[in-house]
């Protein structure tokens, strides 16, 4: 057998090498064909995601130092989610806070041509999304609601109660009303048909929720049960926190274990277990806050339970699953 000369070696091995370095070349200069390179999907949905929020909400403060869902938009748009905020009254009845969130739909609509949207909303942004369903099912492809209170809140009895009383009930709907402006001038809410905090309460109480879904009965179960999982072709989804206090730097915290025990059952601080029940329950006792359920207050939630942001996650890519 003919054997190779030494000097002859490396050249040997340069031959052998050079189209496979040429393959790793291209390769790289080519990530998107790249074994070692997979783009994210997780969380890509058929349908933009909506996010509603709730009373009180907002998108970004000023400067963007406050989130209202913190982290939340840009982890899902990391995997392939198209996101959107949408911004409605932060104190208002249902229906108006609905009405708004319906004009914001059908102009991204017109601007981005989607089919429909899947929309998440949190507490009063649960029933917001209902409205629109019930009203305009074209644009709704599944709603999502989040620490919402579709059976009411003792706690805005609670308020209205208080309410009632002269002096020191009018001093509290003043306060809540300034409180909700300041917040929509810091953060820039195109919205601004002014603060009704007896409208918002009422809305939540249990008197006006029962009244609502007399009307948008869609997906609300009799009992603590489950509702129906799909209505007119729209799924229903919903999940909660069934813990006040889970974080002691987070000073909202020690407020809403003030409010907790006003509510006969686990809550979250404000929404109770079963009132936050709709269509499919994902699940109604996680170790969250009215607050962190968004992620709020720059992510200072429980270390004993899962992630919010991992929730938001885990959900996007179930809707992808349904075909959503």
Do not use: C
């Given at each position: 057998m003919r054997s190779f000369s030494p000097r002859f070696r490396p050249r040997l091995r340069l031959a052998f090498?050079?189209?496979?370095?040429?393959?790793?070349?291209?390769?790289?200069?080519?990530?998107?064909?790249?074994?070692?390179?997979?783009?994210?999907?997780?969380?890509?949905?058929?349908?933009p995601i909506v996010l509603v929020n709730g009373m009180f909400g907002f998108d970004t403060t000023a400067f963007g130092l406050v989130e209202y869902w913190y982290k939340i938009p840009r982890e899902l748009e990391k995997s392939g989610a198209e996101v959107y905020v949408a911004q409605v009254s932060g104190l208002a009845s249902t229906e108006q806070r609905g009405l708004e969130l319906l004009a914001q739909l059908e102009e991204l609509q017109a601007i981005t041509g989607a089919e429909g949207f899947n929309l998440i909303g949190h507490s009063h942004g649960g029933p917001t999304s209902r409205f629109v369903a019930g009203v305009r099912p074209d644009l709704v492809k599944s709603v999502?609601?989040?620490?919402?209170?579709?059976?009411?809140s003792p706690v805005a009895d609670l308020v209205l109660e208080v309410g009632d009383?002269?002096?020191?009930?009018?001093?509290?709907?003043?306060?809540m009303e300034a409180l909700s402006g300041l917040i929509n001038l810091m953060s820039n809410n195109p919205t601004d048909n002014g603060q009704d905090a007896t409208a918002?309460?009422?809305?939540?109480?249990?008197?006006?929720?029962?009244?609502?879904?007399?009307?948008?009965?869609a997906a609300i179960p009799s009992d603590c049960g489950e509702g129906d999982y799909e209505v007119d072709g729209i799924r229903y989804y919903s999940w909660g926190g069934t813990q006040a206090f889970t974080n002691p730097l987070d000073p909202s915290d020690y407020?809403?274990?003030?409010?907790?025990?006003?509510i006969d059952e686990a809550n979250d601080g404000l929404v109770g277990r079963c009132s936050s029940h709709m269509g499919m329950v994902i699940r109604?006792?996680?170790?969250?806050?009215h607050i962190d359920e968004t992620?709020?207050?720059?992510?200072?939630?429980s270390l004993?339970?899962?992630?919010?942001?991992?929730?938001?996650?885990?959900?996007?890519?179930?809707l992808q699953n349904a075909g959503l």
């Open positions: 090498l050079a189209p496979l370095l040429g393959m790793i070349i291209s390769l790289l200069a080519t990530p998107a064909s790249a074994w070692w390179w997979k783009k994210d999907t997780y969380t890509e949905t058929r349908y999502t609601s989040v620490g919402s209170p579709h059976k009411g009383t002269p002096v020191v009930g009018d001093a509290a709907f003043v306060i918002s309460l009422q809305s939540l109480s249990s008197s006006g929720s029962a009244d609502f879904n007399q009307r948008f009965p407020f809403f274990s003030i409010l907790a025990p006003q109604d006792d996680y170790r969250m806050n992620n709020l207050l720059f992510g200072l939630h004993l339970d899962t992630d919010p942001v991992a929730v938001y996650r885990q959900h996007a890519n179930r």
